[in-house]
T-cell receptor, first 116, second 112 residues
Framework: EAQVTQNPRYLITVTGKKLTVTCSQN?????MSWYRQDPGLGLRQIYY???????DKGDVPEGYKVSRKEKRNFPLILESPSPNQTSLYFC???????????????FGNGTRLTVT | KNQVEQSPQSLIILEGKNCTLQ??????????LRWYKQDTGRGPVSLTI?????NTKSNGRYTATLDADTKQSSLHITASQLSDSASYIC???????????FGTGTRLQVFP
C-alpha cells in the first residue's frame, strides 16, 4: 500500500531535549516536505526536499533541521524544542518531475508534539 | 500578498443535504488549485486538482469549480453523508515553483 509513515504519532517532551520525528514514503517520490498545523492557521511549510541531499527552508524553518540521506526518508529534528513548537506535524511527499506540478501531495497521519 | 481565504469557517448540515464551500485566492502567478479533505486525526487527502484551463472537476459526490478570472473556487458536496464530516482545505500552487499556499479550511459537520 502506497503510504507516508510518520513516527511517533504522539510525543510529549520537555524544553531543550532533542528529538527526531521520522518520515518514510514507499512511492519513490522525489519531493518530501514537513508542515506544522496550528489552530486558526493553515498548514505552514517548515522544510522541503526536492531529492536526496537537497533541502530548502520553507516558511517557518527556525528551530528545525532536516536531512535527506535516502530518497525514502526525511526526518525532522528539533535540536532544542521549546513550548512554541507544540503543534501537529505532517510529512508529505509527491512526484517532482517535469509533469508533476499537478501531482497531489500524499500526507502522513501526523505527529502531535507537546513541549512542556 | 499571496493568500487563500475560505468560507465559511464552519458549517453544520443534515445528512442527505447538499452544501458548497468557498475559496478565494490572491495568488499570482497561478498554477493550479487543489482541494483536500482532512478527517480528524488524519493527514489531508487530495480530492481534486484543477489547472488554469479547467473550470470544473468531479470526484464522486465532490465537484470543484474554478473561475480563474475572479480567482474563486467552490467545492460542492452532493447528498452529504456522515463520513463527509471533516475539514476541507483549499490550496493554491504558484506557477513553476514548489510553493503551495494553504487556506485555513472549512470544518464541515454532517448530522443524522
Amino acid at each position: 500500500e502506497a503510504q507516508v509513515t510518520q513516527n511517533p504519532r504522539y510525543l510529549i517532551t520537555v524544553t531543550g531535549k532533542k528529538l527526531t520525528v521520522t518520515c518514510s514514503q514507499n512511492m519513490n517520490h522525489e519531493y518530501m516536505s514537513w508542515y506544522r498545523q496550528d489552530p486558526g492557521l493553515g498548514l505552514r511549510q517548515i522544510y522541503y526536499s526536492m531529492n536526496v541531499e537537497v533541502t530548502d527552508k520553507g516558511d517557518v524553518p527556525e528551530g528545525y533541521k532536516v536531512s535527506r540521506k535516502e530518497k525514502r526518508n526525511f526526518p525532522l529534528i528539533l535540536e532544542s524544542p521549546s513550548p512554541n513548537q507544540t503543534s501537529l506535524y505532517f510529512c508529505a511527499s509527491s512526484r517532482a518531475d517535469e509533469s508533476s506540478y499537478n501531482s497531489p501531495l500524499h500526507f502522513g497521519n501526523g505527529t502531535r508534539l507537546t513541549v512542556t | 500578498k499571496n493568500q487563500v481565504e475560505q468560507s465559511p469557517q464552519s458549517l453544520i448540515i443534515l445528512e442527505g443535504k447538499n452544501c458548497t464551500l468557498q475559496c478565494n485566492y490572491t495568488v499570482s502567478p497561478f498554477s493550479n488549485l487543489r482541494w483536500y479533505k482532512q478527517d480528524t486525526g488524519r493527514g489531508p487527502v487530495s480530492l481534486t486538482i484543477m489547472t488554469f484551463s479547467e473550470n470544473t472537476k468531479s470526484n464522486g459526490r465532490y465537484t470543484a469549480t474554478l473561475d480563474a478570472d475572479t480567482k474563486q473556487s467552490s467545492l460542492h458536496i452532493t447528498a452529504s453523508q456522515l463520513s463527509d464530516s471533516a475539514s476541507y482545505i483549499c490550496v493554491v500552487s504558484l506557477y513553476n515553483t514548489d510553493k503551495l499556499i494553504f487556506g485555513t479550511g472549512t470544518r464541515l459537520q454532517v448530522f443524522p
